[in-house]
């Protein structure tokens, strides 16, 4: 991670700030790329802006240069919530279009932590002449928390995961028959399917898959009149042994809304044929247990490009991601009601901490009402 600087200047941080805030402007149309937003300064009035809007078209530094509409920059100032990359890859560097459009000063609010730019998009910057400042303080952790999914993917080459559970008051997901429907409200649950359309990929085990028969949609509209939404994620299913039912409803849009199943070795070879001659897209996690088949998973998901994974349960698999260090953000929605029950599903189902001392403590807990219910956010960790 680069050294970070604090702003002096009050148009620096002014200026920063809307690039920060144009950024959260690409939404997860940009997936798997970062969410960038960029301002052009001449002094002191801002005669360019721009963010990226999709992956395939135009980067943020690109738009803010195309805003300001040929007018000479050699005394501006390029505000970026993001290090300019310096590769070509969907598109031409951005390190190239600045140094074309002659700008001399550029103030960045993170760094980008990809092998191919880590630094690298800065120094070429530095070698041209041109002045660079690295921001630090609140500025620099807004930015990165702005791009978390795409942060560790960039490092790790795995999905960041966010788990999502509605429980009880005493802190069950299902009664002791396995009944879940419905814990939360329909608030609730509307905040799930946006949560969904913003996901790359929303994950269930068999389990989960077997007992509810869940679409895995994201969809718009409420209860009274739900449609698809624009933009849907893949749905993964953990499957080690192939058991999805032909006739279920996930395999009934498969053709529209992407499915994979995560099987093992030890799946029979009839039943994956069968799934992928009925498209599904079959993917085998390799490794001697539970733990190392879902990082083997979480490896080839990566390598789909899939940088965000909504995990909706079970809680045995919930639990198996939990052991291996694999939960980045956790949102339980807490409703007002007691289920109660020795036999009563918890959300999370792992080995767990032996000793209090060595449980996993979360860096930022956040809470709001939605109707009835508590939403509890809790960040595990910061990429």
Known sequence: MLAGVPLTSELDLQHLQRALD????????????????????????????????????AHAEVEAIRDAGGQELGAATLYVSLEPCCHQGRTPACTDAIREAGIRRVVVASDDPSPHASGRGLGILRDDGIEVVVAGGELAERARLLNQAFRK??????????????????????????DSKWISGESSRELVHEWRAASDAVAVGIGTALRDDPLLTA??????SQQLADRQPRR??????ARLPLD???????????????VSRAAPRGATDALKARGVEVICATGENEQARVRSALDQLGALEVSSLMLEGGPKLAG????V?????????????LLGGRGAREPLESEGAEHVAEALRARTLASERLGDDLLITARIREW
Request: hydrophobic share 50%; glycine share 14%; charged share 20%.
């Open 22 to 57: 144009l950024a959260a402007l690409g939404g997860s149309a940009v997936s798997p790329n970062p969410r960038v937003g960029a301002v052009i300064a001449l002094g002191g009035r801002v005669v360019g802006e721009g963010y990226h809007r999709a992956v395939g078209e």
């Open 153 to 178: 993917h960039a490092r790790t080459g795995r999905p960041w995961v966010m788990f999502k559970a509605a429980m009880s008051l005493d802190g069950k997901v299902a009664t002791r028959s396995g």
């Open 219 to 224: 969809r718009v509209g409420g209860s009274g």
């Open 236 to 241: 993964v299913v953990f499957d080690s042994l």
């Open 248 to 262: 279920s409803r996930l395999l009934a849009d498969v053709a529209t809304v992407p499915l994979i199943v995560v």
């Open 320 to 323: 198996v991601f939990l052991d």
């Open 325 to 337: 260090g694999e939960i980045d953000e956790i949102r339980l929605f807490m409703a007002p009601v």
